[in-house]
């Protein structure tokens, strides 16, 4: 089974700071990586898949970057609604099974 | 728009089963496929299963072959998640979510969760 690690565990930031979160997979995934946010109380919400697309109607202050084992998510400016839980998440190629990483919590400084 | 709406919370004693719902709307059901994932309290996602909505083929993760089955009902766009043989650790929010119907890379949207609660 594929692990992802995502670091750090807790992000501290303020409003207006760029954040950089990382997910490294313990085996090659290709660009099988996506990206979700979840705020409490809430469902994930789909940020970027293939690694380095945006979903639909997710602002450009958000991008994805990597392949292979390390991943990338960056925040340019951080905006108060920003301010969440990420998971990364992969599908391994046979059989499709799919692991997230265990997330990275967003906190405001 | 694409939305998926599922049963409300559930709490099911050790040793039962639960079945939960999610209705699809928006968009062709049979053109995509539903996976499910879930969420223990204070803990992050965890991968259970996916259905392809157009033959049912099926794939579980291995920790939950043989306990867990996920099937569809075209005729009104509903997707099922049972599980069997409850314990307490499996008290988790239970989440629907959409993707496509071979060899899904990502999830889109999400059912907004089902709390299932397994308690004596």
């Known amino acids: 089974e594929i692990v992802l690690t995502q670091s750090p565990a807790t992000l501290s930031l303020s409003p207006g700071e760029r954040a950089t979160l990382s997910c490294r997979a313990s085996q090659s995934v290709r660009s099988y990586l996506a990206w979700y946010q979840q705020k409490p109380g809430q469902a994930p919400r789909l940020l970027i898949y293939?690694?380095?697309n945006r979903a639909t109607g997710i602002p450009a202050r958000f991008s994805g970057s990597g392949s292979g084992t390390d991943f990338t998510l960056t925040i340019s400016s951080l905006e108060p609604e920003d301010f969440a839980v990420y998971y990364c998440?992969?599908?391994?190629?046979?059989?499709?099974?799919?692991?997230f990483g265990q997330g990275t919590k967003l906190e405001i400084k | 728009q694409v939305q998926l709406v599922q049963s409300g919370a559930e709490a099911k004693k050790p040793g039962a089963s639960v079945k939960v719902s999610c209705k699809a709307s928006g968009y062709s059901f049979t053109n995509y496929g539903l996976t499910w994932v879930r969420q223990a309290p204070g803990q992050g996602l965890e991968w259970m299963g996916w259905?392809?909505?157009?033959?049912?083929?099926?794939n579980y993760a291995q920790k939950f072959q043989g306990r867990v089955t996920l099937t569809t009902d075209a005729s009104t766009s509903t997707a099922y998640m049972e599980l069997r043989s409850l314990r307490s650790d499996d008290t988790a929010v239970y989440y629907c979510a959409r993707g496509r119907k071979v060899l899904p890379n990502w999830f889109d949207p999400w059912g907004q969760g089902t709390l299932v609660t397994v308690s004596s």
């Open positions: 293939d690694a380095s």
């Open positions: 998440q992969q599908r391994s190629n046979w059989p499709p099974w799919y692991t």
């Open positions: 259905i392809n909505a157009y033959n049912d083929n099926t």
